[in-house]
C-alpha cells in the first residue's frame, strides 16, 4: 500500500492553530492542592525541534500543532483555552458573565484555563454551562468553573441521555478500560522524542479531581433553541456519533459552529483502542450530512472541543464534506468487501481511502486509524468470529504460545527466527513470533528483550499515536515490570450520579459465580429518594450464582429474606464497606444475608497484565 502525504508546505493549520492567539499560562504547569503536577504542558518543548528518526514527521507535525497553549479568540466574543488538557474550554461571553464549553477533565485545569481567560478579559462570572456530550474530558473539571456553592441558579445543558452515558461506562467495563486506556494514552512515558509526543486528539490526559454537576437542561431535538445569559443558541442532536449522547450547535448571533468532537482534525475512532461500545460510522457520516445543511449560511468559523477552529463558511463545508465522506466510504467499503467474504483482518490490508482524502491532512490516522476502524466495522455487524471452523475453537494466548513455540523448534530456534523477521523488516510478524516465546515462557529474558526492541521500532514508526504509545507503553512493561499508573476517572459526584439500577450491577458484575452457585438468597432494597418514586422496591435475587434485579413500586408477591430501607447515599456507604448501623439504615429480616451476599463480591486488580501473561 503506497503511503500518500498530504503537502508539509501547506501551513493553513499552523496559521489557524495560531490565529487569535492571547496569551499562554506561564509557566505551563497545573498543579494539585497537594503540589502533584496534574497537567505539564511545557513537557512538550522538544516538539520545536526538528523531527528525529524516532518518529513519524506527520504525527510530529500534528504534536506540534496540539502542543500550542494559551487563550485564542475564535471570533468577537468566543475564546478557546487550548493546551491545558487533551480537550479545549470554550467560553462564550454573555449579558452578565460567560457560558463555559466542555469543561476539560480536571477541577485543577479547568480552573486555571477560566483564570487563563479571566487574566485577560477580565473577572467575569460563570452563567451557563454546556456540556457537549458524555466522554469525561468535557466535563470532569466543571467544580474548577463552578466550585461548591456557586452552581445554583446556573443552567446547564447536555444533550439527552448525557448522565446515564456519562457515568455507565465505568460501571460495567471500567476497570479493564482504565488499564487499557493507560497504554491507548502513553500513561507513565516518559515525555521525549523517543517517548510520549500527544495523543493525536491533543497531548494527553490530566491526572487531577473529576467532578460531575448534573445538566438542569436536556437538549432533546434538533432546532431546540436555549438562550443563556443572553447567548442565543441553536442545538443539533448526533446521538450514536463519537458518543452516544451528543450534539453540534451554532451560536447565531457570532456566526460560529461549535462541532463538539464529530469533525476534529484527526480521523476518529470507531472504536477505541481502550474499548467501548463500537460506534456507527454510518450514522455518523449521516450528522455531519446533516449539519452541513441545517446550519448552512449561518456561521462563519467552525470550532471543536479538539484542535484549533476553520475559518470561512466554504472552508468549514469542505473540512465538513470530507469528515463526512471520511466515515461514510469506511463503512461502506467494508461492508462492501465483507459481503464479499473478506474478513475484518483482510480488509483492513486491501482498503485504501481515496487521494483527496488521503492528502488531507485532517483525515490522517492521528487518534483513530484505517486499520482498526475497519475492523470495528466489521465487528460491529459480523462480531469476532470470522466464520473460518478454524477460528472457531482456539487454544487461550498461553497454551497456543506453547504449541507454537513447539512447531518453530522450541524457544532457541523461535527466537533465531523472530529476529530474522525483524532484520528484514517484517516487525509485525516479529512481533506475532516474540509474544508467542513470551506467553510461552514469561521469564524468557532474551525473548523479552528481542519483543521490546521490537515494539520501540513499531511505536517510532507509528504515524497513529495511540499505535505508537501502545507499543511504548507494551516495551516499557517488558523491559520495567508493571509500574501501577493509571487514569482515574472516580470520584463521589460521578458516584451519585449512577442509578441504584446500576449500583446493584456493579455488585453482580463482580459476584464470584462459581463460589456462589449453592446459595440462595432474595434481598430487597426500598429506596427512599432519586427519580423514581419515593419507596420504589429493588429486589435482588441470588440463585445459581447470578444476581438478578428487578424494580418494582407495587408491594411484592413473596417475602424477602432482608428488607432494606435507606437513601442512595447510604447504599453507596454499604457498597463501601460501612454497616446498616453506622448508616442508620432500617432493617427487616435476617441482617446476615447482606454480609453474604457481599462475601462473594471481588476486587479486580486494576494492574493485570498486558504484554505477558
Given at each position: 500500500m503506497t503511503e500518500t502525504l498530504p503537502s508539509f508546505g501547506d501551513t493553513t493549520d499552523f496559521e489557524n492553530a495560531d490565529r487569535g492567539f492571547l496569551g499562554a499560562l506561564v509557566p505551563g504547569v497545573v498543579t494539585a492542592g497537594d503540589g502533584r503536577v496534574i497537567w505539564d504542558g511545557d513537557a512538550y518543548g522538544f516538539l520545536k525541534e526538528p523531527c528525529p528518526e524516532t518518529a513519524h514527521p506527520s504525527l510530529w507535525r500534528q504534536g506540534q500543532l496540539a502542543a500550542r497553549q494559551g487563550l485564542y479568540e475564535v471570533t468577537a466574543g468566543i475564546y478557546q483555552v487550548r493546551g491545558l488538557d487533551i480537550s479545549n474550554m470554550t467560553i462564550v461571553e454573555g449579558e452578565r458573565g460567560v457560558v463555559v464549553v466542555d469543561p476539560l477533565i480536571s477541577v485543577e485545569t479547568a480552573a486555571a484555563a477560566l483564570a487563563l481567560y479571566r487574566e485577560h478579559r477580565g473577572d467575569r462570572p460563570v452563567t451557563g454551562v454546556v456540556y457537549t456530550h458524555s466522554h469525561g474530558d468535557h466535563f470532569g473539571g466543571v467544580r474548577g468553573v463552578l466550585p461548591h456553592g456557586t452552581e445554583e441558579g446556573v443552567p446547564i445543558l447536555a444533550p439527552a441521555g448525557f448522565l446515564e452515558h456519562a457515568v455507565s461506562e465505568n460501571v460495567y467495563a471500567g476497570t479493564a478500560m482504565t488499564r487499557r486506556a493507560s497504554y491507548m494514552y502513553g500513561v507513565g512515558l516518559p515525555k521525549a522524542p523517543d517517548g510520549q509526543i500527544g495523543v493525536g486528539l491533543g497531548q494527553a490526559?490530566?491526572?487531577?479531581?473529576?467532578?460531575?454537576?448534573p445538566p438542569t437542561v436536556d437538549i432533546t431535538e434538533t432546532g431546540q433553541e436555549e438562550t443563556v445569559d443572553g447567548v442565543r443558541i441553536v442545538f443539533q442532536l448526533t446521538p450514536g456519533t463519537e458518543a452516544p449522547a451528543e450534539m453540534n450547535f451554532l451560536f447565531p448571533d457570532?456566526?460560529?459552529?461549535?462541532?463538539?468532537?464529530?469533525?476534529?482534525?484527526?480521523?476518529h475512532n470507531v472504536l477505541t483502542l481502550r474499548g467501548a461500545v463500537v460506534r456507527d460510522s454510518r450514522v455518523w457520516a449521516r450528522y455531519l450530512d446533516e449539519a452541513i445543511e441545517y446550519f448552512h449560511g449561518r456561521y462563519d468559523v467552525g470550532f471543536a472541543s479538539h484542535h484549533w477552529p476553520t475559518w470561512g463558511h466554504d472552508a468549514v463545508v469542505r473540512f465538513l464534506e470530507e469528515q463526512r465522506d471520511l466515515y461514510a466510504y469506511m463503512h461502506d467499503q467494508t461492508l462492501r468487501l465483507l459481503n464479499e467474504g473478506h474478513t475484518g483482518v483482510e480488509i483492513a490490508e486491501r482498503i485504501e481511502l481515496?487521494?483527496?482524502?488521503?492528502?488531507?491532512?485532517?483525515?490522517?490516522?492521528y487518534y483513530g486509524s484505517l486499520s482498526h476502524n475497519v475492523k470495528a466495522i466489521y465487528q460491529r455487524y459480523l462480531g469476532w468470529y470470522d466464520g473460518n471452523p478454524a477460528h472457531l475453537w482456539e487454544h487461550p494466548p498461553v497454551e497456543l504460545a506453547r504449541r507454537y513455540v513447539d512447531v518453530a523448534g522450541g524457544p532457541a530456534n523461535a527466537l533465531a527466527k523472530a529476529r530474522a523477521y525483524a532484520e528484514d523488516g517484517d516487525l509485525r510478524f516479529a512481533a506475532t513470533l516474540l509474544g508467542h516465546l513470551v506467553f510461552a515462557d514469561p521469564?524468557?529474558?532474551?525473548?523479552?528483550?528481542?519483543l521490546t526492541g521490537v515494539y520501540q521500532r513499531l511505536g517510532h514508526g507509528a504515524e497513529n499515536a495511540t499505535w505508537r504509545n501502545v507499543y511504548l507503553r507494551g516495551a516499557q512493561e517488558l523491559r520495567e515490570g508493571l509500574t501501577g499508573d493509571m487514569v482515574d476517572m472516580t470520584n463521589p459526584e460521578m458516584a451519585m450520579a449512577l442509578?441504584?439500577?446500576?449500583?446493584?450491577?456493579?455488585?453482580?458484575?463482580?459476584?464470584?459465580?462459581?463460589?456462589?452457585?449453592?446459595?440462595?438468597?432474595?434481598?430487597?432494597?426500598?429506596?427512599?429518594?432519586?427519580?423514581?418514586?419515593?419507596?420504589?422496591?429493588?429486589?435482588l435475587t441470588l440463585r445459581h450464582g447470578a444476581l438478578?434485579?428487578?424494580?418494582?413500586?407495587?408491594?411484592p408477591r413473596t417475602p424477602a429474606g432482608l428488607t432494606l430501607t435507606l437513601a442512595k447515599a447510604q447504599l453507596l456507604g454499604l457498597l463501601a464497606g460501612?454497616?446498616?448501623?453506622?448508616?442508620?439504615?432500617?432493617?427487616?429480616g435476617d441482617p446476615a444475608l447482606l454480609a453474604r451476599l457481599l462475601s462473594y463480591r471481588t476486587v479486580p486488580d486494576p494492574a493485570f497484565p498486558i504484554v505477558t501473561p
Open positions: 490526559t490530566s491526572t487531577g479531581t473529576i467532578s460531575l454537576i457570532h456566526r460560529a459552529l461549535c462541532l463538539a468532537e464529530n469533525a476534529t482534525h484527526t480521523l481515496p487521494p483527496a482524502l488521503r492528502k488531507a491532512w485532517h483525515a490522517r490516522g521469564e524468557n529474558q532474551e525473548a523479552k528483550e528481542a442509578t441504584v439500577p446500576m449500583l446493584i450491577d456493579s455488585v453482580a458484575i463482580a459476584i464470584d459465580g462459581p463460589r456462589a452457585w449453592d446459595d440462595t438468597l432474595v434481598i430487597d432494597l426500598v429506596v427512599t429518594d432519586g427519580p423514581a418514586a419515593a419507596g420504589t422496591r429493588h429486589r438478578t434485579h428487578r424494580e418494582s413500586a407495587a408491594p460501612r454497616t446498616t448501623e453506622e448508616l442508620g439504615i432500617g432493617t427487616e
